[in-house]
């Protein structure tokens, strides 16, 4: 799907400069807006659209009317109780130090919680297969302004617009120490309504055996999966269930220091 570039629909100096950046960064069409309304530019250049808006890039997908655009969603209060407590953290073991491979970026609120755990001594590496919604999340990383405890976390959060099995395969073996990956739920949690605009636009792609091989491979740790808990994707790979009373989600664990 084509994709352009335009500014707010009341432009200044700072949005005209963000549109021009994100139209060279991302080698697409600029298109001024002309107080368009984002439902006539549908219309007119058949694209989906990325806004400079005044404090943020949203992105609206060909025939939606709701953005996407980043914002740290859960972790701005997961991050305010004890790290170590986090369902996420405390499943995979993760520590000071550690390097986390997420597989299925999104808005990157685990990868967030993940860089917080690790502390500038670790690493986060987050994979988003779409590249403008890659751009979005790590331009959202780099310029937040609220919640100053995240800052730090969020910058060191390394965003790969690349296909999470391609680069899985190209790391060494045991090259990361936990590998996460939550794809988009078969069944929608209409809670999760952070996703809505992307239906049909992020990569629904569902978990493989391939996507499980290489993640063990490359996990010094564990590998990390959530999904719905009527999801069969536990038992089918091999991962074992830490059920969570009164959730729609579960985590499931493969411990790869098991001999």
């Known amino acids: 799907m084509k994709t352009i570039v335009t500014t707010a629909y009341r432009p200044n100096g700072k949005t005209d400069r963000m549109a021009a950046q994100a139209a060279e960064d991302l080698s697409i069409p ?45 972790a701005a209060f997961r991050t305010k109780r004890p790290i170590e407590e986090d369902p996420l953290v405390a499943v995979s073991k993760l520590e000071a130090g550690d390097v986390f491979f997420d597989c299925t970026l999104g808005m990157a609120s685990d990868a967030i919680v993940a860089a917080y755990r690790v502390g500038s001594e670790g690493k986060v590496i987050g994979c988003e297969s779409h590249p403008v919604l890659a751009y979005v999340i790590e331009q959202g990383l780099g310029r937040y302004e609220e919640m100053p405890h995240l800052h730090e976390a969020m910058k060191r959060i390394e965003v790969a617009s690349k296909n999470s099995v391609e680069l899985l395969k190209s790391l060494p073996d045991d090259s990361v120490d936990v590998v996460y990956m939550d794809p988009m739920f078969t069944e929608e949690i209409t809670e999760a309504s952070n996703f809505t605009p992307l239906r049909g636009t992020a990569d629904e792609g569902q978990l493989s055996g391939e996507w499980v091989k290489e993640a063990v491979r490359a996990a010094r740790k564990s590998v990390v999966l959530k999904a719905h808990f009527r999801s069969a994707d536990f038992e089918k790979y091999g991962f074992a269930r830490r059920v969570r009373p009164n959730t729609k989600f579960h985590y499931g664990l493969i411990d790869c220091r098991t001999p």
């Open 30 to 74: 600029f298109v001024l807006r002309k107080k368009r309304s984002i439902e006539k530019i549908h219309a007119e250049e058949c694209a989906d659209v990325l806004v400079a808006a005044k404090e943020r890039l949203e992105f609206y997908p060909l025939g939606k009317t709701e953005p996407f655009f980043f914002h740290p969603n859960s």
